[in-house]
Every structure is written in C-alpha cells, then in structure tokens.
C-alpha cells in the first residue's frame, strides 16, 4: 500500500484536536488510547512528551499498519504542574493563582509510523490579565476549564483572562499546529496536499 494511503490515527477524544487536524485537510479517524494520564514525572517538559507517547504507542500496538498521532497537554506555573481542576473550587483556585502572572504550556506531540516514533514538545507562555474574584468566580462557574489542564480553554471564554501570549497560540488549544504538520510530513502524510521531503 502506498504511503499517502495509509490511514492516519488521532489518539485522542478532544474536540479542539479532531478540529485543527480536520483544517489540515488530512483525513483520520479517533481512537481514544484510553491510556491513563498519570505519571511520576514532573519535569513538564519530559511529562509532555511522554504522556504523548503513552498515548500513541497503546493506540499504535492495536493498528500497527497506521499513521498515529497522540498529543498531550501540561501546564506549569513556578515549575509546578496544574493538572485538571477536580471540581469549581480547584478551577477558581487554578485560576487565582495564574492571574496577573506568566505560566507555560507545553504540548508534546509523537507521531508513530511503521514502528518508527517521532515527536516534540512546544511551549508557550501565556500571561493573564489580572482579575477580580468575580470574574475568577464567574469563569469557573462556566465549567469551561473542568477537563482542562491548568484549568481553562484560551480558545472559548477563558480567552477573556489572557493579557498576552508569546508563542504558538494552536500550542494552547492543545496541537501545536507547526510541530504536528512537520511530524505528518515527516510520516509521509499529505497535509494540504504536500508531503515530506
């Protein structure tokens, strides 16, 4: 079979990815890895990556013959790692403590084809504006942030809380669009139409 033919994989259930990927114009399907987002790593940077590959190898051993894309998303403020806020309280708490203030995000990306892994992480800093603890409030009443790390989504109402961000915007909506088209070519995916060299 073709290498342009092979099917490609997104292991993951976000909407927000299944989106960026589908503006890529490369046709896939889902299969949700189901693999657990915990680890005893805390270097954000290394827990990007390798929650990334997690993903993508557990999907990978069950379509072997497929082009599999896995991402994961971490952010970390201080060099400690905010998770998935648990309930209201943890997100309005998450977001009291990235107001006025700069954090990262980190987005690892791995790509497996025919065995063969290639991946990388992407980080962008992101300041809020300050806020008041109405708003604060407000914003975790939404619940928009609840399945989240860090606690909110950039590219609903919590772009609302952002004063400004230094680097790849898609990074914060979780697929940072520059690293993921460079691993697909890589793989030999056509991504609007061209693939690697």
Known sequence: MATEAREVIL??????????????????????????EDSPER???????ELATLKA?????????????????VVAIDGELLGK????????AFVRRLAGRTHQVYTGVTVISAGEAAGG??????????LSDTEMAHY????????KAGGYGIQG?????????????????????ALVIRLLRGAGVAVWGETGL
């Open 11 to 36: 292991a993951s259930g976000s909407p927000r990815r299944r989106e960026l990927l589908t503006n890529l114009a490369v046709p896939f399907r889902v299969v949700v890895s189901g693999e657990a």
């Open 157 to 177: 109402v919590g772009m609302a809380l952002v004063a400004r961000i230094e680097g790849d915007y898609s990074n914060v909506v979780g697929f940072p669009l």
């Open 140 to 147: 975790a009443h939404t619940g928009e942030g609840l399945d």
């Open 43 to 49: 270097d954000p940077v290394r827990l990007a990556g």
């Open 85 to 92: 806020p648990q309930d209201e309280a943890e997100n309005c």
């Open 57 to 73: 190898q557990a999907v990978a051993r069950a379509h072997p013959d497929a082009v599999v894309i896995a991402a994961d998303t």
């Open 121 to 130: 992480v992407e980080r962008t800093d992101v300041t809020f504006r300050d």
